[in-house]
Each structure stands twice: as C-alpha cells, then as structure tokens.
C-alpha cells in the first residue's frame, strides 16, 4: 500500500513538476534560441554552414539538459554547490597547465568531443558556490570579517586563474557574478560603496597596469576615428551597422555591413549588431523585452521561491545574466571600451551557452521545486 | 527556533530590499541601452546609412574619351584610336611565372620590360587589374588571342588613345599628351575630377590649353564591394561624355606645305586670313611626331629629339624672340608718315654707309641705292634712308605705332603659356630696364629692326595682316567653334590715322615684290589671282665686324650659328587683299633669297584653297 502510494505520488509528483513548469520562461528561451539560430544563418549569407548547424546541435542538447536539469530536485544542486566550485577551479588550473593555445590566449581545453571553455562555466558555480555558502548564515555573520574574506577568495581564485589565460573580460564577468551574490547575501553597503571608490581612485594605476593592446582598447572607446581601421576599426563598423539600420531594419539576409565582412566577430560578440542591422529599432526593441521577460520570469522564480538558496541563486543569476546583456550591448553600441563578452544564447559559443542553459535549469529547478525548503 | 525564524524574516527583508534597488537599476540600464538604440537607429539613422553605403559602394572612374581636334574643314588632326592592351589580373591566375614567362615568350618582351611588369605587380592587390601592355600591336594582340586557350586570367582589352594622324605637321599647334603627373593634377581642377591612373593629358600647345574642354567626364562603375575591396557586384554604370571636339582654322594642307618648306630647317612659318584672324597655318621646323608621347617616350627618342641643335622642342613661333631685321621697315615708315615727320617724298641719299658721332652704319649695298625715296626705300630696303627716318622720327614714337600694330604684346594673349610677348623698346623702357639712357643710334639701328627690338613670327604676321586689311585692329583665332571667340570691342577700329598712310606702305611692298629692284622680285608671281606684296628682312645675329664686311663672304662660308635670320612678310593677292605670312629661316642668310620663295609656294596654294574654304563655309550654312 505504502509502496503503491509512493510510486503514485511520484508520478503525480512527475506530472505535477511539468504543471509547474515556467512556461514563459521556457517559450521565452526556445524563442531567443530560434531568433539566434536564424541570425547565425545571416552570418552565413543564407547557407546552412558550419556555424548554424553547429549551433542548432548545441541549442537542441542544451535546450534538453536544462530540462533534464529541471527535474533534478533544488537538494541536489544545492549539495554540489562546493564540490562543482572546485571541479571548475580544478579544469581551470588544468587549461593553465594544458589548455589550447588559439589567438594569443589559453582558454580552452580538449575534451575530444568538445573545447570547453571552463572560464564560462565558472560564471555560472561561482554562483552556485557563494549562494550556498551564504543559505545557512546568519545575517549578523555575513558581515563579519571572515565571511567577507572567504567569500573574497572564492571569487579572486577564478578570477586570478582566468587573467592569467589572459582574458579580462571573462574575469570582470565572473568577479561580477560574485559581487552579485555578495550584494544579495546583504553584505553592507557601505563595503560596495568604499569598493568603488576604492576603485576609481586605484583606476590610474589599473591602467598602468594594463597590457598595451588593452590600453588601446580603452583609447580606442574614448575616442575610435583615433585609428579608424585599426583598433577602431570593430566599434566604428559596429556602430555603422546598427545605425544604418534603422527602424525597420536592412531586411532579414540583407543586412550589407556583415554580408559583405565589414563586421568583426559576428557570430559571437557582435552577432547583435548583424540582428540589429537586419531587424532595426523595432527588432531590437523586441529581442530585448525577450531578454527583459526572461530576466523577469528569472527573479519571479527567485521571489516565489522558499528556499534561501534558491533565491539568492535566481536574483544573482538575474543580474548576472542582465549584466552580460547589457555589457555586450553597450559594447557593440560604442557605451563601453571592447571586451570579450557573448549575448547569452545569441552568440556562438558552445561554453558559454552550456553556462546559460545550466543556470536556467537550475532557475528552473527551483521553479519546479519551489515549495522544497532546503534544511 | 524564534530566533532562527526572524533571522529569516530579515534575510528574506534584506534580499527582497536589494532586489528592488537592483530591479530599478536594471530598468534605468535597460532605458539606457534603449534610448541609445533609438538614437543610432532612428535619430542618426541618415548619417549611418550613408556611411554603411560609403562603406560598400565603391566608384571604378574609367579614363574619360579625349575630345578631337579637326581642321576647318573636319579632318581629324588629333584624333582617338583603339589600342590593344592586355590586362591580367593575377588572382585568377593558377600559375603566375609560368604565365609571366609565357607573355613575354609571345609578346617579345625586353627585359627590362618585363622587370617593370613584376614590379608593378608586387604593387597591386591580387584582384587588381595589371596592365602587361597598353599599346600592343595587331600582330602581338592576334598572337595573344590565339594562345588564349592557355592563358588563364589574361585578358585582351580594347582601349581608347590619343592619335595625331597628321604626325609631326602640327605638333606645335596641338602640342601633345602624356600621363599626368603630381603637379598636373594638383594645378588643374579637371583633371583632378576626372583623375584615373594612366589618364593622358595635354601637356604643352592646345591640348593643354583647352584641357577642361577635351578632357570630357570619366565613365563611373558602381561596384558592391566587401571589407577586402574585392566587387561583388556591378550596381550601376554612367557613361561618361566625350570630351568636347575643336574645330581648328588652319587647313592641313598649307600646314603640310609649311612643314615641308621648311624641312631639315630651323625656322617658322604662320598664315593668317587678315580679316579674321583665322590662323591658316602655323608651323614651327623642326618638329617631331607627338604620337611618341602618348605611351610614354623611350628614352633614345628623347635623347634624340632634345639633343637635335635646331631644338625641335622650342616652338619658335610663339617662343622665338627674334630681330624683326628689314621687316620693321613698313612700321617705321608708316610711324613717320602718320606722325607727319616725312611726306612719301622725302629723298635720302644713300652712298652705302652714314656716319653718326663717330660710329658708322652701313646699308647693306656696299655701293649705296644713291638718291632713295620712301617708296624705294621700302622696295629696294635701303638701310641709311631708314637710319634718317628712324633718326628723325625718334624710338618713341616708333615704339607707339609698332605696338599699335600688335607687337611687344602676345598675339594669343593667353591661350599659350609659353608664348612670348617680344621687345619693342623705347626711352622709358631702357631707363627702367637697364638704368641707362637712350643713344641716338640705337634709335637708329632699331630703324631697321636691330638692336633691342624683338618680335615673335606670330606678331610679324598679324602685323602684316594689320596694314594688309586697311589698318584695322583684329584678333588672332585657332579655334573655329563660336563660344570660344571672345570678341573684343575694339575689334576692327582703325589703327592709322590716315588710310593713305597705309596704301602708300601697301604700295612700296608691291614694288618690293613685283618690280625690278625691289628685294623679293625673283619670287613675284605675275598672275594678278596670286600676286602678293612682301616685304624681305634679314636679321643678324652677331655684330658684323668691318674685316668680314671686307671678306663679305656667301652666307655658306659662314659657321651656321652666325648665319644671319632670312625673314618674309607678305600679303596677298594684291588686288583685294584675304591672307596674309610671316616666314622665318633661322640662320637662313638672306630673307631675299631663302624666305621670300617659300612665300611664292605659299600663295600658291593658300589662294587656290581659297574658294575652297569659302564654299566649305557656305555650305555650312546651307545644311543647316
């Protein structure tokens, strides 16, 4: 009898997990997923080619993991908060001891089937990690010098083996999804504020510090007509293509800047310039109130959810993934200096979108499991 | 558990907190990054769109079509032809070195011309169009056309260039063109314009003068093009216009006749109709063939041509300052006439030479011309009768009637750079020039067309054609078409005084010609359709010392730079007066004996071609 109820409760239990499915969220990322796959399509002039059909593949098994992952009970992914925190770190010394080597940084190891780019995955258990580590604590603890400390290794440890492949902006990315957590957990604000102007007043130095082609970078964003067609060369043919837009937009497959190759790194970073130079104004008002509703499904989750852990976890990796989007953004519109930052989903990358998809199918495990409280 | 639950409470209070700041951050982020999207998309749309066309619309300007220049009666004297070129463009070749050492296997290329040919290839992009050859003849371009079955890449190309079929006749009329160079393009607008590599421009005479008429505008390819440069594809092409076409008013035949009078002689000839100014002829000896210009001169050809002692480059012309010698006389007559200082029958008695503070001047006849009156004095070109005049009427005076008559001034005014404007000196212009005062005897010498004067032949001829219309002011032209004429209002107003002035001067150059005694009387033509009237001049070069006035030695006894100038001016036919010449023989001896006959050959022919040029002109008018 006993048995017998548990196998039906269980099978309600399935049943009642697909009930509680977010379906806006899910509807919100299969229709991003479409909307990359047919500008990835653009970047190929029209043909199915290698990149499309790669990252159909990659849209399909990632689209599936996460469901996979959504019906992985919130316990679980709560109990291997720390230890995926350390396989992470462990692949990322790895890459600084074997990675491959390709345009001048080491980011990426061999697993045969696939070039992970664990820089990417830290973003998403750097979170995991800290909202874990902050779920038990006392929000008199988390103040205390110690907790602060800790918490400050977690985040400088990727951060520092991530610098050294060099790639600063996947650091800054990672520091930022840390910081996010901080913030949450209830770290005084006082800390963030000193942080900052700690910051601006260390900022000469920082410079100082840089590596030449990133001090052009930053010379290049204040000013690019200083070396049109060189380091200026990718902001100024960004900005070209997304102004030469327009309302409506070139016309799908008709967008000439990245047809005809004046954009750079088009299927990854810049891909929102070849969406944006295609569907205009409009298009990408619409691409970003889908971004805005998946941000917005993503913190509702948080807030409905009993589970300290799962809170923390959705409200940090809503910003963090807000944050992402809106570097990028700001990037290909000339806001900020060039960094290397994907769009989530958007951009080619098969790490980067493994990252994303896991975080939604952890942000979707809480949505299934809203109602479990984690002891 | 109390404890833990409101611990709780205030984490949950504490998360919900940020949250909410963090939410409003990221709607005040989101409105940025909106607002800033609107601003490109919408608010700058125009600037960005020009600029992504700029980006991917790129111009090819072809070589525009050179206007052409006809004579009168239309025959192209500078005209277009197509030359056979061959391009290659190296990115579609599969093997370059074969390819390379294939064509100059075919095309029989020097060496030298085939470093040329790698060099400008490692210049260009591989999609580039590489010129191998742009003037390949019939046989070289059938031979590549045969072989094209192996020749990846090549291409054989038809392409428009400058010809002058009339070669070297009229070279210092229309000068010639060449590739333009830096300073060509930066001085010139049109040319800057229409500017393609390899563009052939007017580089001296008419082709440069009337360069923005001839140049025309460049076709213009409208490519699609990608980041590297490379076409994608053709959106648009403009034809270009043809540069505008010069209708000339010499007639190739005196030209040709010109040319050939003058051969293997440095000197000039010019044939001017008096009423219009139309140019008939306009010849500088030597020339050489302009079509040697047009693919770039090698450089035996120019060595040649620069190192010739008769310096086919100067157009002697316009350029050439010479002594108008005995062909001053009819002004400096015709100056004391008006100025009433003699009367026709003013008599001078010649006996070969006159004395003056001390410094002697001779007539060019040893024995003397006796008792000379003005007419004689013309007729016969007695030197002391015009040393007594001149003395008389004094250089200042002189100096007003020649300039009157158009000398001392450029004849085109601008439309040659290079001409010269000559010398007719007075008392101010030697205190100004070279800070000394006038002497006597060189208002005596300058009588005779020695001394400081200088003319050009052009400014002998219209001077000529001047007293030959009745003495009315006109205005040289070369170019037939309408708008071009700038018609001056003082065109036509009399320049004498008094008209009997001039039929006395127009009278003494009849009997030069055509009476016994008179200097060019061994060229006379008796047939009234012909007769013309001249007057000689022979301009020395070099002072005659009174040893070699004893030796008087034939003109061929004397070293050729010592020669004196042979001169010519005439007008005819007498009765009723249409053309009128200037003839110069550099170092040609004597005007009597060199230029005058040339003139009789001239006359000839200018007035047989006569009628024939009126009725080309009627019948003009009857077409339309």
Known sequence: MYQHTRLTSNQFNFFQKFRNFDYILLVCILLLGFISLATMYSTEGGKVLFHTKSHFIKLIVFTVMMLIFSFINIKFWFSIGYFSYFVVISLLVWTYLFGITSSGSKRWIDLYFINLQPSELMKIFIILCLAKYFHRMKLENVNSIYTILTSLIIIILPMGLVIVQPDLGTSVLIAISGIAVLWFAGINYKYFIYTILGFLILLPFIIAFLKPYQKLRVLTFLNPDRDPLGAGYQIIQSKIAVGSGGLFGKGFLKGTQSYLEFLPEKHTDFIFTLFSEEFGFVGSALLLIIYAIIIYRIVAIGASSRSYFAKIFCYSFGAAIFVYITINMSMVLGLLPIVGSPLPIMSYGGSSMLATMMGFGVVMSARVHSQQSIA | MINSSSDNAQKLNSINRRMFITGSLKFFIMFGIVSRLFLLQVKENKKYLTLSDKNRIREWKLAPVRGEFHDYFGNIIAGNFESYQLHVIPEQVEDFRYLIYRLKDLLELSDNEFKKIIKKKKE?????????????????????????????????????????????????????????????????????????????????????????????????????????????????????????????????????????????????????????????????????????????????????????????????????????????????????????????????????????????????????????????????????????????????????????????????????????????????????????????????????????????????????????????????????????????????????????????????????????????????????????????????????????????????????????????????????????????????????????????????????????????????????
């Open chain 2, 124 to 624: 260009i992009k591989p999609w580039e169009t590489l010129i191998v050859s742009d003037n390949l003849s019939w046989t070289q371009f059938s031979k590549i056309n045969n072989h094209l079955y192996d020749l990846n890449g090549v291409k054989p190309v038809i392409s428009i260039s400058r010809n002058y079929p009339f070669g070297e006749n009229f070279t210092h009329v229309l000068g010639y063109v060449n590739q333009a160079n830096k300073n060509d393009i930066e001085s010139n607008e049109s040319i800057k314009k229409n500017f393609v590599p390899g563009l052939k421009i007017g580089k001296v005479g008419l082709e440069k003068s009337f360069e923005n008429k001839l140049i025309g505008t460049n076709d213009i390819e409208r490519y699609e093009v990608n980041a590297f440069g490379r076409r994608i594809s053709q959106l648009e092409f403009q034809k270009g216009k043809k540069g505008q076409t010069l209708r000339l008013t010499v007639d190739t035949k005196v030209q040709q006749l010109a040319n050939e009078l003058l051969k293997e002689q440095a000197g000039s000839i010019c044939v001017m109709d008096i009423y219009t100014g139309s140019i008939i002829a306009m010849h500088s000896s030597p020339s050489f063939d302009p079509n040697l210009f047009v693919f770039g001169i090698s450089q035996e050809d120019w060595q040649i041509i620069r190192n010739n002692p008769l310096k086919p480059l100067v157009n002697k012309t316009l350029q050439g300052n010479y002594s108008p010698g005995s062909t001053i006389k009819p002004i400096v007559a015709l100056s004391a006439l008006e100025n009433g200082i003699i009367n026709p029958n003013f008599t001078v008695k010649c006996t070969g030479k006159t004395e003056m503070y001390g410094e002697t001047y001779h007539c060019w006849k040893k024995k003397g011309h006796g008792f000379v009156s003005l007419r004689n004095g013309i007729k016969q070109s007695c030197d002391t009768y015009f040393y007594e005049v001149a003395r008389k009427l004094g250089v200042d005076k002189l100096s007003e009637t020649a300039k009157k008559f158009g000398l001392g001034e450029k004849v085109f005014g601008n439309l040659f750079d290079i001409e010269k404007q000559g010398l007719i000196p007075n008392t101010q212009w030697k205190k100004n020039a070279l800070g000394k005062g006038w002497l006597l005897g060189e208002t005596m010498i300058t009588g005779i067309g020695q001394g400081y004067i200088q003319t050009t032949p052009i400014q002998l001829c219209l001077m000529t054609a001047q007293i030959a219309n009745g003495g009315y002011k006109i205005y040289p032209k070369i170019i037939v078409n309408e708008e071009n004429n700038y018609q001056p209002s003082d065109k036509y107003i009399p320049l004498y005084k008094n008209s009997k002035n001039i039929k006395i001067i127009q009278d003494a150059m009849f009997g030069s010609t055509n009476e016994v005694m008179g200097t060019s009387y061994r060229s006379r033509i008796d047939d009234p359709k012909y007769q013309f009237a001249g007057k000689t001049g022979t301009a020395q070069v070099k002072k005659i010392t009174e040893r070699e006035r004893e030796l008087d030695l034939k003109t061929f006894e004397i070293p050729y730079e010592n020669r004196d100038h042979a001169l010519y001016i005439a007008f005819g036919p007498y009765k009723n007066p249409r053309y009128a010449l200037s003839i110069l023989v550099e170092h040609g001896g004597n005007g009597s004996t060199t230029a005058a006959p040339m003139a009789k050959k001239l006359f000839k022919l200018i007035i047989d071609r006569h009628l024939l040029r009126q009725s080309f002109n009627n019948k003009k008018y009857l077409e339309i």
